[in-house]
Nanobody, 123 residues
Framework: QIRLMESGGGSVQSGGSLTLSCAAS????????MGWFRQTPGKWREGVAF???????TYADSVKGRFTISRDNDNRTMSLRLNNVKPEDTAMYYC?????????????????WGQGTQVTVSS
């Protein structure tokens, strides 16, 4: 059974840092590209960061220079380091796998999702 489980969310003040993690199981993790998405009520789920199977990464402009995505293939985990967070970073954050090869930032391009972890940034 394919499973993705996020952790590490919480409340943080503006300018602070937080690290999110995603634990994967049930599929050939090392061969999969992975992504982080976020969503706030009433808005579309948006792509935040993407990491290829070889570890190269891509970011949304809104987080470039502040967030860092990484993966640990030995432990089947993926992380998202959030630095210098802003109130607009407040959202439910999701990890995704099973990228179909299209635009990485489109949620419809992924087959598997975790349940999400909430990040709340206060000003």
């Amino acid at each position: 059974q394919i499973r993705l489980m996020e952790s590490g969310g919480g409340s943080v003040q503006s300018g602070g840092s937080l690290t999110l993690s995603c634990a994967a199981s049930g599929f050939a993790y090392n061969d999969y590209c992975m992504g982080w998405f976020r969503q706030t009520p009433g808005k579309w789920r948006e792509g935040v960061a993407f990491v290829n199977a070889d570890g190269t990464s891509t970011y949304a402009d809104s987080v470039k220079g502040r967030f860092t995505i990484s993966r640990d293939n030995d432990n089947r985990t993926m992380s998202l380091r959030l630095n210098n967070v802003k109130p607009e970073d407040t959202a439910m954050y999701y990890c995704a796998a099973g990228w179909r090869g299209g635009d990485w930032y489109r949620p419809t391009e992924y087959d598997y999702w975790g349940q999400g972890t909430q990040v709340t940034v206060s000003s």
